[in-house]
């Protein structure tokens, strides 16, 4: 499990950040490692923030959905916060719509949305 | 021979430059070019000196009769000032073909006087009104090309503003923003629209977005899948978005054209998609007792 993208546990939320530079090989890992976190923790959400991504590819894009799928199997509602808008638009043009996963504008309007 | 080609053109110029440019004046007064409805005779005459002056300085610099460019640096100041009489005048108005005729002026009154110095030397006159005249010409086509680049410029100012007027995202209220599009939407505009909409809502940080059609007349496929990739995107980035304003018609359409909207919330009219919204950042609007 790469440093690239830390899982913090708060208030049964497990927290991702993914990062700028992150490769396949992290994202395949994170996609496993989250996984089984939600289950150990029992977690009733999995918050992704990728603000910091620039681009997405149509593989970064199979993986958020595919997470958020596992998520839904296990129980926990995805939320992805912060996308950018040249990433809105790729994934829309990509026919991605990550219907799986809730969406909010950042990982404040997220817990929000959690806590209500 | 490069010597005397500009010689007497240039002791002509030095020597009766305020004589010039009244000839050069009353030649535009007859031609109808002076325009003194836009200029007053003191512009125009100041103009006209600038010119003169920048001209001698031009040939003083090494222009010579058979090596003419007037890109070279010897005629930057005339060129700058060229710009700044062509800029200013096209400003109030003035046509490329008078600023050219304003120009070409200027020839008559160096021809006549070039005639009357060089009578006795009929080939020495030929090569300098050769050298002038391809000058004066020089400055003509010149004119027209700033002419020609301040219209693009202006074309282009007019464009870029048009495409933002046709596409103003407004904030009406604390995490609500609205769109309303009007007239013809193509893929570069539905483009355009889409990158504005959502580089405003990260600049706003708007929850509810409400694209009104009221002002679309028509929708066609094409438009109406736009409409489905921008709400698809809005959702993307953590915001609801709610079509407001679609007539009767184009549901009509929309549904004959087999396009499905899903989990897009669409409201007849801009009134209640706004009472949504409000409702959704959780604001009300109240009405008074006693009204």
Known sequence: MSAASAIYFVEGVLLVAIQEDISDTDILDLQEALSERVVADAARAVVMDISALEIVDTFVGRILAQLAGVSKLLDAQTYVVGMRPAVAMTLVELGMDLSESKTALSLTHALRDLRA | ?291
């Open chain 2, 1 to 291: 021979m490069t010597e005397t080609a500009t010689e007497t053109v240039l002791t002509i110029l030095q020597h009766d430059f305020e004589e010039i440019v009244s000839a050069w004046i009353t030649t535009q007064s007859d031609e109808g070019v002076q325009r003194t409805d836009l200029f007053s005779h003191k512009e125009g005459r100041e103009q006209t000196s600038g010119l003169m002056r920048a001209l001698i300085s031009g040939i003083e610099n090494g222009a010579t009769g058979d090596r003419f460019d007037l890109s070279s640096d010897a005629w930057a100041e005339l060129r700058s000032v060229l710009v700044e009489v062509t800029q200013e005048r096209s400003s109030r108005g003035v046509t490329p073909s008078d600023m050219a005729s304003f120009v070409l002026a200027l020839k008559a009154p160096i021809f006549y006087r070039l005639k009357d110095k060089l009578a006795d030397f009929p080939s020495q006159l030929v090569e300098e009104i050769w050298f002038i005249s391809r000058v004066i010409d020089a400055f003509a086509v010149y004119c027209a090309e700033v002419f020609i680049a301040e219209r693009d410029r202006i074309i282009e100012q007019q464009r870029d503003q048009m495409q933002e007027l046709s596409t103003p995202v407004v904030e009406l209220w604390d995490k609500v923003l609205t769109l309303p599009l009007i007239g013809t939407m193509d893929s570069a505009r539905a483009q355009e629209v889409m990158e504005n909409l959502l580089e405003t809502i990260l600049r706003r940080e708007a929850e509810v977005v409400i694209v009104d059609l009221t002002g679309v007349q028509t929708v066609d496929t094409q438009v109406a899948q736009h409409m489905l990739r921008m709400a698809a995107a809005v959702r993307l980035m953590g915001a609801q978005c709610i079509i407001s304003g679609i007539s009767p018609t184009i549901a009509q359409t929309m549904v004959q054209l087999g396009v499905d909207v899903g989990e897009v919330t669409t409201r007849s009219t801009i009134r209640n998609g706004l009472a949504d919204a409000l409702d959704r950042v959780g604001y009300a609007i109240v009405k008074k007792k006693d009204h």
